[in-house]
């Protein structure tokens, strides 16, 4: 299972990459907004500067919702390095616009898939990468979960390629239910993945260790 980090601030994508545990980076407007990035120029070279720090997939997201501006858009951001993957909306435009991109060698992640029919179409089109935000789904009191098994299932009936990116996640407990479901990928808040290390036990018991190891020392 890949880590991705799921924000556009450099210094928590630092800190996740110290870890040795990140395999790439997703942001979407409102993460770049909450940055204060302004400007075409500056939000193009914060994208640089995430991809000079990881050395996995950095999604980065169109603004336009027409074919034309998608492509034209996507191909921009495709050009800016090598790691960059075009994040295209689920929407009829986008569809078309990640088949496009596909025939052409652009790797695509499919964004805002809430059902099991969008991620289908998503695998149809050659998608990269789905996110099925996991969860915006719970706060609708829908299971987010259920999603993740439901793309699984469809996407191993048919050998899909797509890899599913379980988004939107908001706990630890998300991503080892992630884990389990299969998800290829969980792109997560930083303190996801640090909750993950918690353990009570581990620190009674590191605290034991130390306090003996004292009696030799
Ligand atoms: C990731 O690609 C999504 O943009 C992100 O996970 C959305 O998460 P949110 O529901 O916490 O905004």
């Known amino acids: 299972m890949k880590f991705f980090i799921d924000t556009a601030n450099l210094a928590q994508i630092k800190e996740a990459n110290e870890l040795g545990v990140l395999d790439g980076v997703t942001t979407n407007p409102t993460l770049m907004a909450k940055e204060g990035i302004k400007g075409r120029d500056a939000v193009m070279q914060h994208y640089i500067d995430i991809c000079n720090i990881v050395s996995g997939d950095v999604s980065a997201e169109v603004i336009a919702t027409d074919f034309k501006g998608i492509v034209a858009e996507g ?118 993945i640090t909750d993950l290390l918690k353990h009570p036990l581990t620190d009674i018991g590191l605290e034991k260790f130390l306090a003996d190891a004292k009696k030799f020392a």
């Open 75 to 192: 191909e921009e951001l495709a050009k800016l390095h090598k790691q960059i993957v075009v994040k295209v909306p689920m929407i009829k435009d986008g569809v078309k616009a990640i088949h496009y991109f596909t025939s052409k060698g652009i790797r695509t992640n499919c964004t805002l898939v809430f059902s099991p029919g969008q991620a289908l179409l998503a695998a149809k089109a050659g998608a990269t990468y789905v996110s099925p935000f996991i969860g915006r789904l719970d706060d609708v009191s829908t299971d987010g979960l259920q999603l993740i098994a439901e793309i699984r299932e469809i996407y191993d009936n048919y050998n899909f390629k797509t890899q599913i990116l379980a988004a939107s996640i908001r706990h630890a407990m998300h991503i080892i239910n992630c884990a389990k479901l299969g998800a290829d990928v969980a792109t997560c808040p930083l303190s996801a």
